[in-house]
């Protein structure tokens, strides 16, 4: 078997998509169809279901995909092995929330900088890590959101708890007292829909649902932060990012008596990735991290 073909039939089946697949192998779409073509043709099998519109592999094709990550993760062992030699640092692409990256993240890699000169690590902080990881463009990720899949490995790194904040100006200014005050209060959030109020919302007991009036979108927790401290209205966010403003009584939590429900905050990376000593080293670090 060609092993640049069987590359290309590799790249294509974690993407499920020829366009990317050419993207990420830097040729044409069809020099993409070529290469799968080729490679069927040398097998005398068929390794892609023929199909309009969902991707899919044939029952040859993916048993051919479970050996490609066999290989493939060896041929990275291998390089990883003549990188040493030539004592270039090792990469590793890290993916991680805007907020956890800005607050946490940067703050606390400088040690493992320090101890790890030979780890090299590139940092992507974005909403949407799920999808770059899976297709190989990130090594690992920190997020926030549940991943079950079978070929992810899941460290469980800490509770995310939420808080519901407001200047004191603000609160006075409206007469905040219950959650039913929010109704006529200036509300930010990720989305128009509400979906990043939901932990807040679910906790709320039927009788004593909230209908919000005005709610401004604002797609950045430190914006939102910075909008509730500017006396504009009232946020939900995570309650390690403003630990220092409630502690200074800039800003004031709403309802901490309320039983908001948490998300949890987890390393995801593909299974075949654990046993590389720079992912178990970089994760040893992550899990000192400290929400604080």
Sequence with gaps: MDLNKLNTFYILAQVKSYSKC???????????????KTLEESLNLTLVEKRRKAFALTSEGKILFKSCQKIFSEVEKTQDLLMKTKKYPELIRMGSTVEFGVSVVL????HFFETHPDIHV?????????????????????????????????????REEYAVIASPRYINRHHITTPGDLA??????????????????????????????????INHVRGMINATLSNMGVGFVPRYTVLRELEEGSLVELFPEMDILNDHINIYLKRRNMALAKFQHLIEHIKGFRLQ
């Design 107 to 110: 703050k606390d890699m400088e």
């Design 22 to 36: 050419a993207q990420k192998r830097f040729v044409t779409q069809s020099a993409v169809s070529h290469a799968i």
């Design 184 to 217: 006529h209060c200036n509300i930010f959030s990720q989305d128009l829909e509400l979906a990043w109020w939901r932990n807040f919302i679910h906790a709320l007991p039927l009788d004593q649902q909230v209908i919000f009036d005005r709610v401004t979108r």
């Design 122 to 158: 590139d940092f992507t902080l974005s909403h949407t890590l799920i999808q770059p990881l899976l297709d190989d463009e990130l090594d690992l990720i920190i997020d926030c959101k549940p991943h079950v899949r079978p070929d992810l490995e899941t460290i469980v790194l800490f």
